[in-house]
């Protein structure tokens, strides 16, 4: 009887060792599948404008909105996907147009327009723009005076995750 009981602790022992192992294998398994997909969400390119901020100067309420292209360009050899596009302030709206001429957006100010949510890959050595539109009405009759914005264009670049594209503006009535 003593044997038996010796037995089966030999046997139950060796059956946690085995299932420990088993799962410990599997774990690894998963720590690997899980890196080897985090590797592939990110590329080693980056975007690069030549302008980074740009000067309406003066321009009128009366006139109505403004516009500029920032030209971005995608430097490396790897895709980059554009996962959010955001602006600073509800009076600005952003808008990417990749190279075959898709126009995505507009993309506004978080809790204000849209989701931000962009999702657009721009492959390596394509170009795309990013258009800022403001209007300076937005604030009413308070919102005269100088006006500094930003858009934000996050990225799955490993490099640089976010590029920060600029304007300014002096608003009159």
């Known amino acids: 009887m003593k044997e038996n009981l010796k037995r089966s602790s030999v046997y139950g022992i060796g059956l946690v060792i085995i299932a420990v192992i088993i799962m410990l294998s599997n774990v690894s398994e998963k720590i690997d599948k899980n890196n080897s997909q985090e590797t592939e969400l990110y590329s080693a390119s980056v975007f690069s404008s030549e302008e980074n901020s740009f000067d309406f100067k003066t321009i009128s309420m009366k006139d109505g909105e403004v516009a500029h ?61 990013v258009r800022a539109v403001f209007d300076p009405n937005a604030h009413g009759p308070s919102g005269v005076g100088l006006a500094a914005r930003s858009i934000y264009v996050e990225t799955n670049s490993s490099r640089l995750p976010k590029l920060e594209l600029s304007f300014r503006a002096m608003v009159t009535r």
């Open 69 to 129: 292209d920032f030209q971005i360009e995608n430097t490396g050899t790897e895709p980059i996907t554009i996962k959010k596009i955001y602006t600073s302030c509800m009076c600005t709206n952003a808008f990417i147009i990749d190279g075959d001429g898709n126009t995505y957006g507009g993309f506004g100010m978080p809790g204000h327009s849209g989701s931000g949510t962009a999702n657009i890959q721009i492959n390596a050595g394509d170009n795309a723009i």
